[in-house]
């Protein structure tokens, strides 16, 4: 399946893409190269391989969640840019008059 150098253009303006002259022809073929490859891999009988997300083993990565001692109020301001009263002092968002 060709794509036409106005498949292109059109493309392009959907992207907010400025594309020269030559840009428009080169891409017009590899995108018609890029559809020829996808026709053959659609013509490929794959009616015996079952659906698959992965061909990786699946395996899980996270650490058993198990509750802990909590952490002291001086453990968690210990790297507090800024403090007061024992809690986290961030900078005002809102101003009310």
Request: hydrophobic share 40%; proline share 8%; net charge negative.
């Amino acid at each position: 399946m060709a794509i036409s150098r106005e498949e292109v253009e059109h493309i392009a303006e959907l992207a907010k893409l400025a594309l020269t002259e030559e840009e428009k022809t080169l891409y017009a073929e590899q995108l018609s190269a890029i559809l020829e490859y996808f026709r053959q891999l659609q013509e490929v009988d794959t009616s015996g391989i079952p659906p698959t997300a992965t061909v990786l083993p699946i395996r899980n990565v996270f650490r058993p969640d198990e509750p802990g001692e909590p952490m002291s109020r001086e453990e968690l301001l210990r790297n507090a840019p800024a403090q007061a009263d024992g809690c986290f002092q961030v900078q005002p968002i809102l101003e009310f008059d």
